[in-house]
């Protein structure tokens, strides 16, 4: 989900109480799966270019990681700028953003791939690849929606985007 189609985050929480800060864990999630989206196009096809290219499992994590971090920023920074940002502005608004989020999906989702025996060695056409890679981004989401939360209930991680969608 891009950012631009979640304007109006204010109305979300009309009438209906908010813990910690004012975020609530549906603001949260919605962030959180904003960052998955980017996160998960990255670690997917690094993972699969990597296993695929036969690539030793800390190159494979490498690419992974880096392709993450530049489709979890190139979503953001294409949500605000539609918002009419300038690019400079719209990579310190996403830098700003998602660092943390991604970063701690990043940990959790190698994480994974890499302590489950034999999963990042299965190759693209094992289950065992596949259901790793799932479960390690779906765990990746659970433990980063509290981060996002906390982040955002103090005016950082994805609170600096809504900023722009007005």
């Known amino acids: 989900m891009e950012h631009s189609a979640h304007t109006g985050h204010e109305q979300h929480h009309a009438g ?3 813990a910690h800060g004012g975020t609530s864990w549906r603001t949260a999630a919605q962030a959180t799966l904003h960052c998955l989206t980017g996160c998960a196009i990255g670690e997917v096809l690094g993972q699969v270019i ?5 690539l030793h499992n800390g190159a494979t994590v490498a690419l992974s990681v880096a392709l993450a971090f530049v489709f979890g920023y190139a979503l953001t920074m294409r949500g605000v700028l539609r918002a009419g940002l300038p690019f400079r502005d ?5 830098l700003a953003a998602d660092t943390v989020s991604i970063l701690v999906m990043e940990l959790i989702d190698n994480g994974v791939m890499v302590a489950v025996p034999g999963a990042m060695d299965a190759g693209l056409g094992r289950p065992l690849f596949w259901v790793s890679l799932a479960g390690s981004l779906a765990l990746a989401f659970v433990v980063t929606v509290p981060v996002n ?3 955002i209930g103090r005016g950082r991680g994805h609170a600096v985007v809504h900023a722009h969608h007005h």
């Open 90 to 94: 719209a990579l310190k608004v996403a």
């Open 149 to 151: 939360r906390w982040l």
């Open 50 to 54: 990597g296993v695929g290219l036969g």
């Open 16 to 18: 209906r109480p908010h």
